[in-house]
């Protein structure tokens, strides 16, 4: 079942909700692709923060 912006991964419950949405659109389409679900939402958080920085310039989504 695919996860939305009211059912998510616990892991993404510290980000803000723009990235937490980012996130649960690119986990959802690495599932869809066949990725394990851990390792999707490994990539989908980091390609999120990476996102927000680009486009959003958020200093919130830089890595720890």
Do not use: C, V
């Not at 912006?5 to 649960?24: C, G, N, Q, W, Y």
């Amino acid at each position: 079942m695919p996860w939305t912006p009211d059912r998510f991964p616990s892991s993404m419950k510290h980000l803000e909700p723009i990235i937490r949405d980012k996130a649960i659109a690119i986990a959802n389409a690495l599932l869809a692709e066949g990725y394990p679900e851990g390792q999707a939402i490994r990539i989908a958080i980091g390609q999120a923060k990476q996102w927000a920085r680009h486009h959003l310039g958020d200093p919130s989504s830089e890595p720890n």
